[in-house]
């Protein structure tokens, strides 16, 4: 299976709006501009103005005044208005690509990101990248025009005064630089604890009814308060350093504002200056003081935005399996076809190792062993979640790898262990946004042995489920989710551990509806009990990732020690619970 690369980065959403983003930044330059314009025009009111007592002349450069803060107004509103629009933008389709890589991703790309790191760089990361984009927009051009533009003018009134500041400005932007550098490695950090905690939070959530059950509530607090305590101390560390940049710019700035009233006053004294130098002086140091404020605040958001910017580029950058390998087919009795398949998900101890059996059409194949001797991996290679390290998996003779996606998975109909209901309705929730009539939904209900509790609720099967299907019980949601799997009437059905929510009786009018309605179709059923495969036409006793024996329920009996230990012990239990009505949890 061929994987292809995303070459589509950060950037690539960037470069489309930069024709726009040049303008926002032509509106920002000319409010700026105006802004700058206030002082220059105070002080020429002062020296020039005032003295002269010319107060037609002061209402004249007033009104001038009031038409440059009114320009300043109009263009920063729209400005912002435009940025707001292209940064929201931008954060749009970002997300709307970073959703659609994620569920396109392979199995093992999501096993190496892991779900809550997924979760995390499309929600919290695409909030910092917006807030980073915003600010930029906002304050990235008008605040270096400020303070470039403030030390061009305060050169054109005093050079000397002047001097003072140029000094200082190198000083403030190497400081600045060096922290925001140590600032996207400390904040990199901190997201990485986050997804550590957005994972046992998920946890958690998942499990707290075992967990209240085995009064473990303290132990998890504990954990959780590891972990909370981890994240604030990364954080306390990132807040620190990128909290020095705002007190080492006031330092040098106030130090220089001390510098121009004590030098400005000695000039103005010795006639080198007229005092409505100082006052403007003073005005625009003000606003170099502010615009490096807000520089400030820019590279706080860039070092947050620019990491995030990163583990964004990183899901963006990961291989896609869209593509299928060249035609691979040879002639083969089976409709499924292991042909010495050996995989592992971690490419070190093999999950499963030389695997070989052969399936008819319509038959089943029952697979049965402990927690984790490789059931679902079987399940997971014929799904094609994951690929082979060897060996071929074929349906009709024809390999996976080189089947669409597609065209693959319109074969099957599937009842997993990690299987979801939607809150929605129970109609829905089996249709699933399929081409699925109501008499095949219906058909499948009665088969799934659904169809008697659904029509007991007071609004059939428009009944909203809650989320995560709470309003049912386990078997009702086994049961509803076999439906869903049977209702395309699928070439395939696969079941995965989906009826160990079902009493003894139910599982077995359940098997004996399979049989009957859906013979074509051909069946792997992944169990625990012997009950549930004993039928089978195939049954596969896994052990460690090993075959531990192959054959019918018969056979097994007789050849294998592992099936007959569980086969006795099991079937000893159902027939006392069959005799005593069939019902048993």
């Known amino acids: 299976m061929k994987k292809t690369v995303s070459t589509k980065s950060f950037g690539g ?28 025009l105070l002080t020429h009111m002062v020296d020039d103005v005032a003295p002269r007592k010319a107060v037609g002349e002061m209402f004249i450069y007033g009104g001038v005044m009031l038409v440059c803060a009114v320009i300043a107004l109009v263009c920063n509103v729209a400005a912002n208005r435009s940025a707001s629009k ?47 984009l915003l600010m930029v ?50 904040h990199t950090t901190v997201q ?47 807040g620190m350093i990128t909290g020095l940049s705002g007190p080492v710019l006031n330092l040098c700035l106030n130090i220089g504002l ?18 409505g130098v100082i006052i403007s002086f003073l005005s625009y140091f003000t606003i170099i003081l502010h615009s490096m404020m807000m520089i400030n605040r820019i590279f706080i958001n860039l070092t947050k935005g620019l990491a995030s910017a990163h583990r964004i580029n990183e899901v963006l950058a990961a291989p896609d399996e869209t593509e299928c390998d060249e035609e691979d087919i040879k002639d083969s009795d089976y409709h499924i076809s292991f042909e010495n398949v050996t995989f592992s998900y971690l490419k070190a101890k093999s999950n499963i190792e030389n695997m070989t059996f052969g399936l008819k059409k319509g038959q089943t194949l029952g697979i049965i062993g402990a927690t984790g001797s490789g ?10 979640f994951y690929r082979a390290d060897s060996g071929a998996v074929r349906i009709n003779g024809r390999n996976l790898n080189s089947i669409p996606r597609a065209e693959l998975y319109s074969k099957f109909g599937s009842a997993l262990q990690t299987d979801f209901l939607m809150s929605d309705t129970i109609y829905e929730n089996i249709r699933f946004e399929r081409e699925v009539s109501e008499e095949l939904i219906h058909d499948a209900a009665v088969c799934a042995m659904a169809d008697g509790f659904i029509r007991e609720k007071s609004d059939g099967y428009n009944h909203l489920l809650n989320v995560k299907a709470a309003n049912l019980s386990g078997g009702q949601k086994q049961r509803l989710l076999i439906t869903r799997a049977l209702a395309a009437e699928p070439e395939i059905l696969i079941m995965d551990d989906s009826c160990g929510g079902l009493d003894y009786k139910t599982d077995s009018l359940l098997r004996q509806n399979l049989r009957e309605r859906y013979s ?54 159902e027939e006392k619970v069959m005799s005593e009505g069939g019902i048993a949890q």
Do not use: W
């Open 375 to 384: 059931k679902t991996t079987i399940v997971s290679l014929l799904l094609r």
């Open 520 to 573: 074509e179709c051909t069946k792997v059923i992944v169990a625990q009990r012997i009950s549930t495969v004993r039928q089978s036409d195939l049954i596969i006793v896994m052990e460690d990732g090993q075959v531990a024996g192959m054959g019918t329920h018969d056979e097994l009996m007789a050849s294998c020690d592992i099936y007959r230990e569980t086969a006795n012990a099991q079937m000893e239990i």
């Open 13 to 40: 959403y960037v470069k489309p709006q930069l024709l726009i983003m040049a303008g926002i930044m032509v509106i920002k330059f000319a409010g700026t501009f105006a802004e700058l314009l206030l002082p220059s």
């Open 137 to 186: 927009q906002r304050i990235g051009v008008r605040a270096p025009i400020l303070a470039i533009g403030g030390v061009i003018m305060t050169a054109t009134l005093d050079p000397v005064l002047t001097l003072v500041l140029v000094t200082l400005m190198p000083i403030v932007f190497i400081s600045v630089f060096i922290i925001s550098r140590i600032g996207i490695r400390l």
């Open 258 to 275: 001390v510098a121009v009233i004590v030098i400005g006053a000695q000039r103005v004294s010795d006639n080198l200056m007229k005092p």
């Open 86 to 132: 292209v940064a929201s933008g931008i954060t749009r389709q970002l997300r709307h690509d970073v959703y659609k890589k994620t569920i396109s991703l392979s199995c093992e790309e999501t096993d190496r990101f892991t779900v809550p790191t997924l979760i995390s760089r499309l929600t919290s990361d695409t909030y910092n990248v917006h807030n980073m």
């Open 192 to 238: 990485k604890n986050s997804d550590n905690m957005v994972s046992m939070l998920r946890e958690h959530m998942e499990g707290v009814r075992v967990i209240k059950a085995l009064s473990k509530t303290e132990y998890e607090k504990k954990r959780f308060n590891e972990i909370n305590s981890g994240i604030y101390r990364s954080e306390r560390k990132a």
